[in-house]
């Protein structure tokens, strides 16, 4: 028999359907609408009770998948951290350069912020960044970016010792940092040129590569001028 829709709320609006989902498929659907919410309001406007509400489902449910409503945006945070980091996981090409690897893979992160808005607005530009809990999210984060593009320096020469990957690590934990607030001003004003944002950051980093001490000579050669 087919499910009749519940009253109207108060506001006139029907109350969504209730469905039948899989914990993880609930989980999911509340985060895509977290981030929806907290990409349209602040912070402070937002209640968790509205969440559950606008999902259909009670509040000891969703008090159940998260304990209140800081937890909640961390997770939502969290969610848009990691299909963030898959989006930017762009595949080597054969014969493509680095510059054009980093191009490509910053380009794919603007393209992200494109295709989810709200949610890039609620976990790059919302409240709460210097919550130590999020600081935490954006650290891990982080740690995966960097390694992976030093995995890409590493594809072009794996002779790196002790200290030059040292210095490769810090180089690349700072460029993620400008990258990061270039990307975000590009959330906050979309009339930036997504083409030039790429071209800025990739230079930015192979530039900072290339004053790198003791690098091999094939790093050297792959950060050149010649090779962008």
């Keep these: 028999m087919a499910s009749m829709p519940e009253p109207s709320g108060a506001s006139g609006e029907a109350k969504p359907l209730r469905r039948r989902l899989s914990p993880d498929d609930r989980r999911s659907e509340l985060l895509a609408l977290g981030a929806k919410v907290f990409g349209e309001r602040p912070y402070d406007d937002v209640r968790i009770d509205e969440i559950a509400e606008r999902a259909g489902v009670s509040r000891a449910l969703m008090y159940h998948y998260f304990p209140d409503k800081r937890a909640f945006f961390a997770e939502v945070v969290r969610a848009e951290g990691e ?47 210097t919550d130590p809990m999020l600081l935490g999210i954006d650290d891990a984060d982080n740690v995966r970016q960097m390694e992976r593009i030093l995995d890409a320096v590493r594809a072009v020469s794996s002779e790196l010792d002790s200290k030059v990957e040292r210095d490769l690590r810090v180089t690349v934990y700072g460029w993620l940092a400008f990258t990061l607030e270039l990307c975000r001003q590009r959330i906050i004003d979309p009339s930036l040129d997504a083409g030039q944002v790429a071209d800025s950051c990739a230079h930015a980093l192979l530039d900072a590569v290339a004053r790198v001490p003791g690098i091999p000579a094939e790093l050297v050669k792959s950060v050149s001028a010649e090779h962008r």
């Excluded at 350069?97 to 490509?104: H, P, Y």
């Design 83 to 129: 299909r963030l980091f898959v989006a930017t996981s762009t595949p080597a090409i054969p014969g493509q350069t680095l510059f054009d690897r980093l191009r490509a893979g910053v380009l794919a992160y603007v393209e992200y912020h494109e295709q989810y808005p709200h949610g890039s607005w609620a976990a790059y530009v919302g409240p709460g960044r």
